[in-house]
C-alpha cells in the first residue's frame, strides 16, 4: 500500500516554491573573544590592518569614524562574488544614537568600507586618530560594561576601540531564506492591494477582510518554516540540540538574506549583504537595542570591486 503524502493547501504550496525560488548561500561567522589571532587577520574591532598609504576614513564633515571589522579574503572558506584575495575593512559612525541616515546618494555619511587589493603586504596594526570620538559618544552600552553611576548621573568612559574579537568561518556555505514573505530576491507578493490577492488566489476579490486572513494565514506558515531555518543554524553550524531551549545567540555573516530586528529592507532591490554584524555584549558590541549592523553593496559595485558606495543600516529590536 503506498504511502499518503500529506495534503498541501494552495498557501503553503506557493510559500514551498517562494522559499525554493529565494535560497542564498551565506558564509556564517563565529567569534571569540582571544588575545591572539594564531596567525589569522580577519577579526571584529581591535586596531585594523592598514597600509601606509591608506587613510583612516571619515565622514563628509571631517570626523573620524570607528573601526568595525576585518575581513581577509584569502582565509573566507568560499567566495562567491566576494574578492578572492585583499583584505576589505568595515568602519561606521559608532556614536551615542547610531541612526545612520538612509541617504541613498552619500552613503559616506554612515560608514565606510575600504578594499586593499595588493596582498604583497597586509599592513600594520593603526591607531585611531586622535580626534576619534569615544565609542557611543561615551556612554557604555553592553552587560560587561556596565555604566557606572555618580549622583544618578552616567559616568562617561572614554573607550575608541572595540574589544577584539578573532574571526572564524564555518566551513560550507548555509542556504538561508528571508525573513519574511515580503523580503526576497523572487517576492511572493506585493504588499496590499487586490493585485495581491488576486495573485494568491487567481481571483478577484475587494474584500479586504479575507485578503487580511489570508496574510496571517501565510505569514504563520512562514514564520513556522523560519523556525526550522534557526534550528537548522542551531544544530549544523552551532553544534546545538535543536529541540531545546538553550540560545546559540545572533551570528553575524557575509552574502545570502542577514538577519535583522524589523524586518528591514536593503536598500535596493540588487543590493547584496556584504556584511551583517550582531550585538555581542560581551564585546560592548552594541547595535540598537541588541540589533545588527548591515552593509549593503549593489551587485554592480561588488562586480567591478568598487566598495566606495557601500550603505549601512543599523536597527535595534
Known amino acids: ?28 561567522i563565529l567569534a571569540r573573544i582571544a588575545d591572539a589571532q594564531g596567525g589569522r587577520r580577519s577579526k571584529f574591532g581591535g586596531l585594523p590592518l592598514l597600509s601606509a598609504r591608506t587613510d583612516w576614513p571619515r565622514d563628509p564633515n571631517g570626523k573620524p569614524l570607528h ?44 560608514c565606510a568600507v575600504l578594499y586593499d587589493h595588493d596582498t604583497s603586504t597586509k599592513g600594520e596594526a593603526r591607531q585611531p586618530p ?47 531564506i528571508p525573513e519574511t514573505i515580503y523580503h526576497g530576491k523572487a517576492p511572493l507578493a506585493e504588499f496590499g492591494g487586490d493585485g495581491w490577492f488576486q495573485a494568491l488566489r487567481g481571483e478577484k476579490s475587494s474584500d479586504a477582510a479575507k485578503q487580511i486572513a489570508l496574510e496571517g494565514r501565510l505569514g504563520e506558515a512562514f514564520d513556522k518554516r523560519r523556525r526550522e531555518f534557526t534550528k537548522a543554524v542551531a544544530r549544523d553550524v552551532f553544534q546545538k540540540d535543536a529541540n531545546s531551549n538553550e540560545a546559540f545567540g545572533d551570528y553575524s555573516q557575509m552574502l545570502g538574506y542577514p538577519n535583522t530586528s524589523q524586518g528591514a529592507l536593503p536598500p535596493t532591490e540588487n543590493s547584496i549583504c556584504l556584511l551583517n554584524i550582531a550585538s555581542d555584549n560581551s564585546a560592548d558590541f552594541y547595535f540598537g537595542d541588541a540589533g545588527f549592523c548591515t ?16 550603505h549601512g543600516q543599523i536597527e535595534g529590536a
Open 1 to 28: 500500500m503506498s504511502k499518503l503524502l500529506p495534503f498541501k493547501s494552495r498557501e503553503e504550496k506557493m510559500l514551498d516554491a517562494f522559499v525554493e525560488q529565494n535560497r542564498e548561500p551565506a558564509i556564517i
Open 67 to 110: 573601526f568595525l571589522a576585518q575581513i581577509d579574503c584569502e582565509e573566507l572558506p568560499w567566495h562567491g562574488r566576494l574578492p578572492e584575495t585583499g583584505m576589505l575593512s568595515f568602519f561606521g559612525r559608532d556614536d551615542e544614537e547610531q541612526i545612520w541616515e538612509d541617504d541613498v546618494d552619500d552613503p559616506t555619511k554612515n
Open 130 to 176: 586622535s580626534d576619534l570620538p569615544p565609542i557611543g559618544d561615551g556612554f557604555r552600552r553592553a552587560a560587561n560594561c556596565a555604566p557606572s553611576w555618580d549622583g544618578g548621573q552616567c559616568t562617561p568612559h572614554d573607550c575608541k576601540v572595540h574589544v577584539e574579537r578573532a574571526i572564524q568561518f564555518h566551513s560550507k556555505p548555509f542556504m538561508t
Open 295 to 310: 552593509f549593503w553593496i549593489a551587485e554592480t559595485d561588488l562586480a567591478r570591486r568598487d566598495f566606495s558606495q557601500v
